[in-house]
Every structure is written in C-alpha cells, then in structure tokens.
C-alpha cells in the first residue's frame, strides 16, 4: 500500500477522492444522498465478495484484476502498465454496429439474477447487484435481518471521482453500469448467443461497476467512441476493461470505438 493509500484509509470515507494521472490532479467532490436513516452493520455472507478495503481510491488495476472480483478501476500511470493495456486492447476483435432488431433486457434474463451460471458470485443467495455494492463499498451496512441486502454504504465512484454516501432509500443515486452495455452486446453479436451466456454477460463482476446515477443514465448503451467517464485519471482502465470484456465473451467492438479505447492509453 502507498503512503496516499494509507493515508486515505486512515481519513476514512469523509474525505474526497483525489486521483493523480499525468500530472492531473482531480479533485472528488462527495455526494451526500442520504436520508438520516440509520442501519446496523451485519456479517457479510460466507460467499458473499467481502467488502472494498483494498486498492486505491477508485480501487485496484484493472490489470491485476481479471475476474472482476475485487474493487473499481485504479488509474493506470505507468509506461509499463500503459504499454500493457495497449497489448491487451490490439487483441480485441472489431466489425460494425449490427442492428438492435429484437433487443430486450429480458433477452439477458432478469435482472440480478444470482443463478447465472459460470460467473463469480453466482448461486451464492444473494442478488448481483448487491453483490456488485458490497464488492465496491466500504462502511458497509446491512437490511436488519439480511446478510445480503445492503441498507448503506460508501462508494468513491471512479467514473466521477465522487465519494457518494448512498441509502437504499435512494437507491438510484448509485446505478449498475454494464461496461459493456446489454444493448451494444446484442448488436456486437450476442443476438445469436444462447440464453445462457447472455445472462452470464449481464451478471459477470467483470462487466459490472456500481457509479453515480445520472452518469450512468448519460451512457445508455454508447461504445468508448461516443462515451467515456468524466474522470480522465481512469479512462485506460476503462478501456482496459472493456477489453477484458470483450476478450472474455469473444465479442468484438467497433473499429471506432478500438481506436478510442487505444487513444486513452496512449495509442
């Protein structure tokens, strides 16, 4: 851990995210939606993902984190893990956008399904989506009587560099972002998949982050070309993440949107 990390952690959640890429210094700003409700902290499920701790502010490499399972999208500074992310961006396949002919959410089952097969987290008995708050909060607090249910948390959001006090009250001030959106999946190929490895898609950790709502509303189902985090201290990663995706399911992107993905890390 780096004295900044450190130090974060000792400070705790009521200090804002500072993220320092390329000698850019962003600044997080925290968010505070709760509404005065309090909620006890309970015991996290044995196959439950166990919580945030580690990483940085935003979390931990997207590189050192292939499956998904531990927290957010730690900036990527270094030549040598920029040089890393363009290798494994150059292997992502591309073909054009097909059409959205027969699209469905249901198509990729219903959401937050917890007995898609083949994906950490998956049968565990509780939903992805909790699943997904717990992995990436911190402070995290249970519904009385729940070990799955999430009442509170803290998330220091790495599309915004926000710190957010979310409540379940208002749950959408922290929204699921599918990094590779459902709608785009359909489009790029997953049409023709089986029923089941489109819920995998839907409910994999690794296509998974928890971010401020409305910025996740502004996405919709945009590729790296016509959308990218308002954070640039971790637009590599993202792309980074998109190709892990990509990679995972064999499903490629468009020639626009590789070139956008390569442009953050240098390409």
């Known amino acids: ?27 997080g700003c925290r968010v505070d939606v709760t509404d005065g409700a309090g909620a006890s ?29 531990k927290r957010g999208l730690a900036p990527l500074t270094s030549a040598a893990d920029r040089k890393s992310a363009l290798t494994l961006i150059d292997k992502v396949a591309t073909k054009g956008r097909g059409p959205k002919t027969g699209y469905d959410r249901d198509e990729f ?25 717990k992995r990436d ?3 995290v607090a249970y519904r009385s009587g ?3 249910v ?5 998330l220091h959001d790495p599309y915004t560099g926000k710190t957010i006090d979310w409540r379940k009250t208002k749950a959408t001030a922290v929204q699921i972002d599918h990094v590779m959106p459902l709608s785009y999946d359909w489009q790029m190929g997953a049409a ?18 928890p971010v401020d709502g409305s910025v996740n ?45 390569a442009r953050q890390c240098g390409g």
Not at 41 to 69: C, E, K, R
Not at 115 to 133: E, F, K, M, Q, W
Not at 241 to 254: F, G
Request: with cysteine; glycine share 12%; proline share 6%.
């Open 109 to 133: 089952g219903y959401a937050w399904m917890d007995s898609a097969g083949g994906v950490p987290y998956a049968h565990n008995g509780c939903d992805t989506r909790n699943d997904v708050l």
């Open 217 to 261: 509303g502004s996405k919709s189902d945009s590729g790296p070309a016509s959308w990218l985090p308002p954070n640039k201290a971790i637009r590599c990663s993202y792309a980074v993440r998109v190709a892990q995706v990509s990679l995972k399911y064999h499903l490629p992107v468009t020639g626009a949107d590789k070139d956008a993905m």
């Open 192 to 209: 023709h998949w089986t029923k089941d490895k489109r819920e995998q898609i839907a409910n994999d950790p690794l296509n998974l982050l």
């Open 41 to 69: 902290a309970a015991p996290s499920g044995a196959a439950a993902p166990q919580g945030s701790s580690a990483g940085g502010d935003f979390g931990v490499s997207p590189l050192t984190n292939p499956d998904g399972t």
């Open 146 to 148: 729940s070990d799955c």
């Open 1 to 27: 851990m780096t004295a900044r990390q450190a130090g974060w952690r000792a400070h705790g959640a009521g200090i804002a995210a500072v993220a320092v890429a390329g000698g850019l210094l962003l600044g």
């Open 150 to 154: 999430l009442a509170s948390m803290t």
């Open 137 to 139: 909060g911190e402070d």
